[in-house]
């Protein structure tokens, strides 16, 4: 499982990597890994997941590389990077996209159901 967010240590995005620590354990009882990428440096997201006490992985993009070859929207007439989880099956292929800026909870919602639902 693949979530990408706009910024460490905005309101909504620790709402949502918060969430997802939270939820670790159900997402491992899944067999599924989780993986969050925005933009900011690598020290950033070393600083952010140690003040969150995150215990999952979070990667950098700096020149957005990555978010771009997703597919990764923009959202407020490109100033903002988009919120957007991707689940992934062992394939490698993405079997579901949920799209939402403001719905951050939803996130993870939607990611455990269809987990949940594939076994």
Same mark, same amino acid.
């Given at each position: 499982?693949?979530?990408?967010?706009?910024?460490?240590?905005?309101?909504?995005?620790?709402?949502e990597?918060?969430?997802?620590?939270d939820?670790?354990?159900?997402?491992?009882?899944?067999?599924?890994?989780? &993986?969050?990428?925005?933009?900011?440096?690598?020290?950033?997201?070393?600083?952010?997941?140690?003040?969150?006490?995150?215990?999952?992985?979070?990667?950098?993009d %700096? @020149?957005?590389?990555?978010?771009?070859?997703? @597919?990764?929207?923009?959202?407020?007439?490109?100033?903002?990077p @988009?919120?957007?989880?991707?689940?992934v099956?062992? %394939? @490698?292929?993405?079997?579901?996209?949920?799209?939402?800026? &403001?719905?951050?909870?939803?996130?993870?919602?939607?990611?455990?159901? &269809?987990?949940?639902?594939?076994?």
């Amino acid at each position: 499982m693949i979530y990408f967010y706009p910024k460490d240590d905005s309101p909504g995005c620790t709402k949502e990597a918060c969430s997802f620590r939270d939820q670790f354990d159900v997402f491992k009882e899944q067999d599924a890994l989780i &993986i969050g990428i925005s933009a900011q440096s690598v020290e950033s997201h070393f600083e952010f997941a140690k003040k969150h006490r995150l215990n999952y992985t979070l990667l950098s993009d %700096e @020149g957005n590389i990555v978010r771009t070859l997703f @597919g990764v929207p923009t959202n407020l007439f490109g100033l903002l990077p @988009g919120r957007v989880t991707y689940v992934v099956n062992k %394939e @490698g292929k993405i079997i579901f996209v949920f799209n939402s800026q &403001i719905n951050a909870q939803k996130h993870i919602e939607e990611a455990l159901r &269809i987990l949940k639902e594939m076994k």
